[in-house]
């Protein structure tokens, strides 16, 4: 069992109801510096609940998941509460919660259904003008560079945990464009996009949990513009689109609007594949301060929180 | 008053529960001729919804809202509730549901904040590395044809009420690049995107219940496919990203997936000014029979549903 696969355990203690752990080992620091506590990558936190919803589901995969994160969980013990307000056969829907000390850390509703698996999709059957299942249609895939030539971040700021734990980013592996990593040298590339792989520093094949991270393991978009504070998530919603294939995965996000203190990401995950397997959009708050890195031989290895100048 | 107003109006009854309708002004035909009950327009639904969660919000606007349509509403009565999880200065959240007979037809979760309003957006600051509110960045607007050179579509396939009412088609103008309406003749573009503008019939200008209509006022837009059956949502979320400014709002939507059954419909409102007011993505299902749309001077007046041949 990998360390993303323990972190994210739930045990049924009764119908509906799960012990779950916000886990340090995906720690990330708030704001540099700042002495707020440690928040868990929101992915985790889904992949969490969403181990729940799917222990009971009528349908194997989550193919439309809301998630809203609430509150700043407390690493250590959590209360997953999931309720079926639907089963069907095409689709059936959850609504799920992270609790701790009563209260709801993340609030998510999750559609379950069945998409498809392995095999290479039928051809298209758009001419025909038929629709149902037969139709079969992708746009075109970003032009992710190959693997080798990208850049691994290692502890880019935000990933390292407090009190000595190693974090996020001792278990993920994050491979970026190189065209989109200038933030890390304080030249932000100007626009909000990143290119990138993501695999478990362990040995794991991807699946619906892991897809869970992959649509927020990359940093947040606006570093592409500079803005490298701290950018907690309010929302995100993903959709699974295919059971994705052995090997790493291809991640592609892109901001549209950014202002008022809001930015959308949007992430499109493709497998090893090349077949689009999950696409999320979250709505997050851009950081306040700015994160100073300070880059080692092996990327950044510890950040300083700057104060905010020259606001209007 | 509009029509849209009066259809969406809820009526509070005690705290957290409100008195609601669907109704049938709104009324959409379930694939063509199948006897199946009429729906209302999703968009509508979520007005409704809105209209409530609104009503006792500590925040203006609903910057995210995701829905979930389980069921097609029985027109007449309905309840809504509203629970909030959180409230806070910059974000609150509520679960809220339409609830009909007992059963939960439309569950939402919506979180309101505070977007940007009127005034043109300060210059951005993407380059100074600043983060926070002063930071604002906008991708690049989709070509939209100039309105006059748009189709009105009249009533097209599933806009029309059933039992003689006028339905959806009456009260909502949508006009389309010519581009993009081949279907209407049986001859689909062969990609899933549509562009073109959307205003009640009656002057009424944009707010946040308006944009949570137009998300999803245009045809399904695997119809450029050529699969223009019903396509029910699944999941819709939207994020309001600014207040609109008087005028026609311009929708851009577009797929970039279908298979299994599924497609996604990703879709970006822009006002007058030409800001993006709104964003949104629905995960929807593929009508399994067409729709062959009967053509007259006004566009369509009516279609005939044909069973599904020829699947694999």
Not at 47 to 72: E, G, I, K, Q, W
Not at 224 to 235: Q, S, Y
Request: net charge negative.
């Amino acid at each position: 069992m990998t360390t993303f696969d323990d972190a994210t355990a739930v045990t049924k203690r009764d119908e509906g109801r799960y012990d779950a752990q916000a886990d340090p080992r995906f720690a990330l620091v708030l704001a540099g510096g700042s002495g707020a506590p440690p928040a868990v990558n929101g992915g985790v936190l889904m992949a969490t609940v969403l181990r729940a919803v799917l222990d009971a589901a009528p349908n194997p995969h989550p193919v439309a998941t809301s998630a809203n994160f609430l509150r700043v969980p407390r690493l250590g013990p959590a209360e997953v509460q999931v309720t079926w307000l639907k089963q069907g056969k095409t689709a059936s829907t959850a609504r799920a919660a992270l609790i701790q000390d009563g209260a709801v850390v993340v609030d998510m509703t999750v559609t379950t259904g069945t998409v498809p698996d392995g095999a290479v999709s039928a051809p298209s059957r758009a001419a025909e003008g038929y629709g149902g299942e037969a139709l079969d249609w992708t746009g075109k895939q970003p032009a992710f560079p190959p693997l080798s030539d990208c850049v691994d971040l290692g502890r880019w700021p935000g990933t390292e945990g407090a009190n000595g734990v190693a974090g996020f980013a001792a278990h993920v592996t994050v491979l970026l464009d190189p065209a989109t990593t200038g933030w890390r040298d304080g030249e932000p590339a100007g626009i909000p996009e990143m290119l990138g792989y993501v695999t478990l520093r362990e040995p794991r094949e991807p699946d619906a949990l892991l897809l869970a991270l992959a649509v927020d393991a990359l940093p947040p978009v606006v570093f592409g513009l500079g803005a490298t504070g701290w950018a907690p998530t309010v929302e995100l919603t993903w959709h699974m689109r295919a059971v994705p294939r052995p090997g790493p995965l291809a991640v592609a996000t892109r901001s549209r609007h950014v202002s008022g203190g809001w930015f959308d990401e949007e992430a499109e995950v493709w497998d090893a594949d090349g077949r689009l397997v999950a696409q999320s959009r979250q709505l997050a708050r851009v950081g306040r301060g700015r994160i100073r890195p300070l880059r080692g031989a092996d990327g950044v290895v510890g950040s300083a929180a700057e104060p905010l100048r020259g606001r209007s």
